[in-house]
Every structure is written in structure tokens, then in C-alpha cells.
């Protein structure tokens, strides 16, 4: 990622590939050797009609098994045939049967095994059950008696081989969708409102399509040496018709006189299965993609926590309300308890910040407001848009809303957006599935939505993809998906930790002024306590899933009364310390939320825990001033060594 330019100057949005993706392309020798075999075998077998090569099937055409000579680069076989010919046209059949297989394969497998990933709960086990039962199958044993029975043609062993391919396809389809369904861009596509058809056809199976490729090299080897097996047997095509395993198989008796009849379609055949091999393994390399960890975690057996039924507050309803918001995950390890019983409200026209350390429940606070989740968790309590009760909408009640009147920014703009496809294509998917606008109207107003934040010819942004842009032109992308449909609530979940420093106060400061302009909420979730100070209105304070300090943000930040929120200000770097000074930081970690302390979460790290502290959890409560604490022994008024005035001028 490159620094943009300073706003008002035009940055250029192009950058150069990165690393990751430059060491990608370097692809060494063994792969280019194995395209270019692969590139001159499939060539060969193409245009074996027109290559001036003597016919496959013409006895005597030189002295029987002879080696090579003028006329026959590769010698004749027992029969005086050309054996070159005779490969060329074998191939025919051996690449035929495994392209035919691997399609057959593919056009079965690959659809069950995305729904099956996409899905999951009941397809899933049904697909996979049956799945397991196929695949316990001695698949050769099995290929041979078909081969056998339904008498042996080409037709036959592409069909037997094709569907013995099956299981495997939908094996390998269902894990690679089981692991992009849970990538970011994915959750960022469903906070915009997309269907779960659109998910799968547009956003997961592009995707797909290169691990895909790389399976289908490997399975055409595999494809390659069955079929010559099956040749070597007389199971595949029948004489005259030329097949490399039958070569080798009428080879083996003049074994001792004419070796050259059974290795040259042995080394032919040998460097083919090599060459898919290697193309195979180094597409999986650049997919990235691994089988391990692609089993799903189970749902466990749920033990259910009783919700706290939590009423109402009286008078308007505010633009956004959460009451007693509870979200349980059920892990092997135990229940994790990520957000605790937590409220809010929030206005138009207002940003909420939320803080605390990595792993106090800010984005499982996020994501449980607008609906999220994954499978695994268990939400209770309820969440209100206005006067609209999204508590129990569901799936297609949460995409009313999702991308139209709440939308999201998230943390890492590259995982954000779907690497597969244009920016263009990605930005005018809402305007088009929510707005309804025509694909024309779509990317004008595309280029208008970029042009709003910061874009620089908005028009050839459009046709890039993801990788060519910069970070802070990426984020500005998902930022300008974000306000496409004028949403009310818009959620920025640490929309700056991927950035440049740089780069991050201009992120911040086009979400403040597009706060304004559109008179928007904003919830921001954020561990910098200077973007807080610069762009809150109120600040709700998490520790361990819970709310322990909330108010308006100046107030919070400058005068903490719960212990934690006066240590989280204390180790905040003070940028206008001297170099080198030592940072205070947070004695303890934040703890274990399978088993959470007793009493007061934070005691064991709190300097000022007393025996209270142990036993007894403190309640948030008022302390005027619209501010509430948790704390049994509060800051009286304290003033933190790190100001907002010091942070600021700091930062
Ligand atoms: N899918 C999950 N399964 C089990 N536990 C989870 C899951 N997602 C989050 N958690 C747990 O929930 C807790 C809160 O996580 P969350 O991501 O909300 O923290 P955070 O405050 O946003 O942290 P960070 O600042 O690092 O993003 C953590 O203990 C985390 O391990």
C-alpha cells in the first residue's frame, strides 16, 4: 500500500501489484516446461489430421519394430506402424477421456458442492452423507466392472471415470466455499443487502474457479493413468483406434527386442501426467488455498442462556436502539460470553464510539446489531431501527434493511471487496439490486458515489480490480458501497487499522464530513483513542463483552471514573511525551470469556480492586451528566497524564 497525496491533489489510484501478488507471477521454469509440453502434446492432438505424419494405421509402412529413422522419429512398432502417429492419435483419446471426465466431474460435483458449503445444516449432511457413501467405493474395482459389463468405448470410460470423480469434486467445491463463505468480503456483500443466490453465484464462486482449475489438472492425471490402465487391460478403446496405455500393452512382448515400442508411449505418457501435475500444484499455490481447516466447525449442543427481557425506554424511539444485547458463541473450549448485556441508543446526525482492548466484544457488538453472526452464536436481547423492532427478522427481514438503511465499512479493505471482481462491477450492484437502476444509470452513478469520496478518474477506477489500487483508495471504494443507498446508521468497524498513518486521518475525516452532509449515525469502532477524541460524540467503554463506562465522548475521555477506562487512557500513547518515554500499559490480560472473573471482570488487573471488587459485579449505573460507570470505587474526577487537548495536538 502507498500513502495517497494530500487531499485536494489527485492521487494516483494505480499502484503496483503487491508482493504477494508479484511473487505469484514468478513462476518458475518446471511450470512454463510443463504448459509448453502440455501446450504442444494438446496442439499435436488437435491437428493430428493435418501434420504431415503417415497414417496411425498403415501396416508396414516401415521395417516392424524398428527404432528411429528418417521417416519415423521414434521408430515403428510391431507391426511396421509409424509409432509417432500412433501417440499423436492416442492422445486423442487419453486427453479426450480426460478433459470429457473432468467436465462430467465438475458439471455434478461443483454445483452440489457449493450449495452444500453454502447452504450447510441439512443439504449439507445429505450431500455429504451420500458424498461418503460413493466415496467408500473401491473406485477401480468398480471402473473395471462397468468398463467390463458395459463394454468397453470411449463413450463408456469417460462416463464411468467422470462420475467416479464426483465425490471428490463436491469435496473439494464444499471446502473452498465453506472457506470463502466466511471471508470478509462476503459478510461486506450480505451488510449490503445481497441474496444468498447473488452470495454464491457472484461473490463465492468466481473464487472457486481457481482452485477449480488447479483440482482439474491433477484429476486429468489421475483421469490419464486410468484410462491407460484400463487401456493396458483391453478395457478402454478397442484396435485399431490407437490409445497410449493399449501401445504399451502391445509393446510388452517384444519387450527384450524393440524396448522403443513400450517407452516411447510410457515417457510420452509419463511427461503428460508429470506436466498436469505440476501445472495443477502450482495453481493450488496461487489460490493459497490449503484442505486442512476446511472442515466446518460443528454447531455444539447449545446450552441456552435464559434472555433478560429488557423493555423499552418510553417517549420517541431514537434512530438506533440496542437493550440488553447478549451473543454467546459455543466453542469445544466452552461458551464464549462476547457481548454481555449490553444497551445503547444513538441519534441522527451522531457518532458512537465504542472502545476497549482487542478482544472486549467490540466487532461481535457490531455484527450482532445488524444480524452478522455466524451459525455458531446465539443472540438474545433486541435491536431497533427507529420504529422498526429487527429482533426477530431474520435473514430476509435484516436485507430490507442491510445496505439501505444500515451499512458498514470494514476494517481491511482488501478482504472487503471481492479480489475477483471489478470495482465497477461491485459498486453498482447495489445501486442496481436496491435503487433498481439500470446497469447504465448504475455506473454513472458509480463514478459520481466515487467522485463524492475522493476518487480521481472515477471512470477508470471503475474497470480496475481490488489489487491495483492503493489501501486508501480501496477503503474510500468500500466506503462509497457503504453510502450508495443513503443508509441512516452507517457502522465503521476500525475503518483505518489496515492504513497508512497517513492516509488514515483523511479516511476519518470523509467519514465525519459524509456523517454530516447525509445527517447520518455512526457507530466507530476503534482502539485509537485520538480517532475517538476527533470524531465521537458519545463513547460506550468495553471490557470483557461488557459496557463499563459510557457517556458523552469529551467527558468520558477526559474525566474516567470506571478504573479500566482511566487505565486504557493511561497507556494510550501520548504523542506529545518525550521520545523514548515509557509507556504505561495495562498490568494483566484481559480475561478468558469462557470462564470470566468473579465480581467485577476487571479486579484482577485493577490497582484499586478491593474485596468487594471480587465478589460483587458492579451495575452501570447514572452518575448524572448523561454518564454511567461501573465501578464500585471510582475516579473522583482524575484528570488522565493523556488529555484529549494532548492527543490531538499529538496526533
Ligand atoms: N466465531 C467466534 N467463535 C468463538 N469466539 C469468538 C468468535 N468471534 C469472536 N469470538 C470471541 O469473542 C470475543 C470478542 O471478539 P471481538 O472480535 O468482538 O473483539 P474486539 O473487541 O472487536 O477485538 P479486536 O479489537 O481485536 O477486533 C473474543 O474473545 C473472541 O475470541
Known amino acids: 500500500m502507498r500513502p495517497e497525496t494530500v487531499p485536494g491533489t489527485a492521487p494516483d489510484p494505480m499502484t503496483e501489484a503487491a508482493p504477494a501478488a508479484r511473487r505469484r507471477r514468478r513462476l518458475d521454469w518446471g ?24 497414417d496411425h494405421d498403415a501396416t508396414l509402412s516401415g521395417e516392424p519394430g524398428s527404432g528411429p529413422a528418417p521417416g519415423h522419429p521414434l521408430g515403428t512398432d510391431g507391426l511396421g506402424r509409424d509409432l509417432l502417429s500412433r501417440i499423436v492419435d492416442g492422445a486423442r483419446v487419453s486427453l479426450g477421456v480426460g478433459v470429457g471426465a473432468v467436465l462430467l466431474g465438475l458439471l455434478i460435483g461443483g454445483p452440489l458442492g457449493l450449495l452444500a458449503g453454502y447452504r450447510r445444516g441439512l443439504v449439507d449432511r445429505i450431500v455429504m452423507t451420500a458424498n461418503d457413501v460413493l466415496l467408500a467405493f473401491p473406485a477401480m474395482v468398480f471402473a473395471l466392472a462397468v468398463v467390463a459389463f458395459a ?3 470411449v463413450r463408456n470410460v469417460l462416463i464411468v471415470l467422470g462420475l467416479l470423480g464426483v465425490p471428490a469434486w463436491v469435496r473439494l467445491i464444499r471446502g473452498v466455499t465453506l472457506s470463502f463463505a466466511r471471508r470478509e468480503f462476503v459478510t461486506a456483500a450480505r451488510a449490503l443487502g445481497a441474496r444468498g443466490r447473488t452470495l454464491m453465484w457472484r461473490e463465492i464462486a468466481p473464487n472457486v474457479v481457481l482452485p477449480a482449475l488447479s483440482y482439474a489438472f491433477t484429476v486429468m492425471a489421475v483421469v490419464m493413468i486410468a484410462e491407460g490402465s484400463l487401456a493396458f487391460l483391453g478395457l478402454s478403446v478397442q484396435p485399431p483406434t490407437p490409445t497410449w496405455g493399449g501401445m504399451i500393452n502391445d509393446g510388452r512382448s517384444t519387450m527384450d527386442t524393440a524396448a522403443h515400442i513400450v517407452l516411447a508411449p510410457s515417457a510420452v505418457m509419463f511427461l503428460t501426467v508429470l ?13 493459497g488455498y490449503r484442505e486442512s481447516g476446511l472442515e466446518p466447525a460443528r454447531a455444539r449442543r447449545r446450552a441456552t442462556v435464559p434472555a433478560t427481557p429488557v423493555p423499552r425506554r418510553e417517549g420517541p424511539p431514537p434512530l438506533l436502539e440496542a437493550a440488553g444485547l447478549r451473543t454467546l458463541f459455543h466453542t469445544p473450549r466452552g461458551t464464549v460470553r462476547a457481548v454481555d448485556g449490553v444497551s445503547f441508543t444513538l441519534e441522527r446526525g451522531r457518532t458512537l464510539a465504542i472502545v476497549g482492548e482487542s478482544g472486549s466484544g467490540k466487532s461481535v457488538l457490531i455484527r450482532s446489531v445488524l444480524g452478522l453472526l455466524p451459525d455458531a452464536a446465539e443472540r438474545s436481547g433486541r ?4 420504529d422498526r423492532d429487527l429482533t426477530d427478522a431474520g435473514a430476509d427481514g435484516m436485507r430490507d434493511v442491510l445496505g439501505t438503511r444500515m451499512a458498514t465499512v470494514f476494517q481491511d479493505p ?3 471487496l471481492n479480489p475477483v471482481r471489478t470495482v465497477g462491477a461491485q459498486v453498482t450492484e447495489p445501486l442496481r439490486v436496491h435503487r433498481g437502476m439500470t446497469r447504465r444509470q448504475a455506473r454513472e452513478t458509480a463514478g459520481l458515489l466515487l467522485a463524492s469520496v475522493g476518487i480521481p478518474e472515477p471512470h477508470r477506477v471503475l474497470r480496475s480490480y481490488p489489487h491495483q489500487l492503493s489501501g486508501g483508495m480501496r477503503q474510500r471504494i468500500t466506503i462509497a458501497m457503504a453510502l450508495s443507498c443513503d443508509p441512516e446508521v452507517l457502522f465503521a468497524d476500525e475503518p483505518t487499522t489496515a492504513l497508512d498513518v497517513t492516509v488514515q486521518k483523511q479516511i476519518m475525516r470523509l467519514l465525519h464530513r459524509q456523517r454530516d452532509e447525509r445527517d447520518m449515525a455512526m457507530v466507530l469502532v476503534s482502539h485509537d483513542l485520538t480517532v475517538v477524541a476527533d470524531h465521537a460524540d458519545e463513547v460506550i467503554v468495553m471490557y470483557a463483552g461488557k459496557v463499563v463506562e459510557r457517556g458523552p465522548a469529551q467527558s468520558v475521555l477526559t474525566r474516567p471514573r470506571m478504573r479500566y477506562t482511566e487505565a486504557l487512557l493511561r497507556a494510550a500513547p501520548d504523542l506529545t511525551a518525550p521520545a523514548h518515554t515509557r509507556l504505561a500499559v495495562i498490568d494483566g490480560r484481559p480475561p478468558d470469556l469462557v470462564r470470566p472473573p468473579s465480581g467485577c471482570r476487571f479486579h484482577p488487573r485493577c490497582p484499586h480492586a478491593r474485596e468487594r471488587c471480587r465478589t460483587e459485579d458492579p451495575p452501570l449505573v447514572p452518575d448524572g451528566a448523561g454518564r454511567s460507570h461501573a465501578c464500585w470505587y471510582p475516579a473522583d474526577d482524575i484528570k488522565p497524564p493523556t488529555t484529549r487537548e494532548s492527543m490531538r495536538h499529538g496526533g
Open 31 to 54: 511450470f512454463r516446461l510443463a504448459v509448453l509440453w502440455l501446450v504442444l502434446v494438446t496442439g499435436a492432438a488437435l491437428t493430428a489430421d493435418l501434420l504431415p505424419l503417415p
Open 151 to 153: 463394454g468397453p468405448s
Open 275 to 287: 506436466a498436469f501435475n505440476l501445472v495443477g500444484d502450482r495453481l493450488q499455490e496461487l489460490t
Open 383 to 386: 435491536v431497533y431501527l427507529a
Open 414 to 416: 482488501m478482504t472487503a
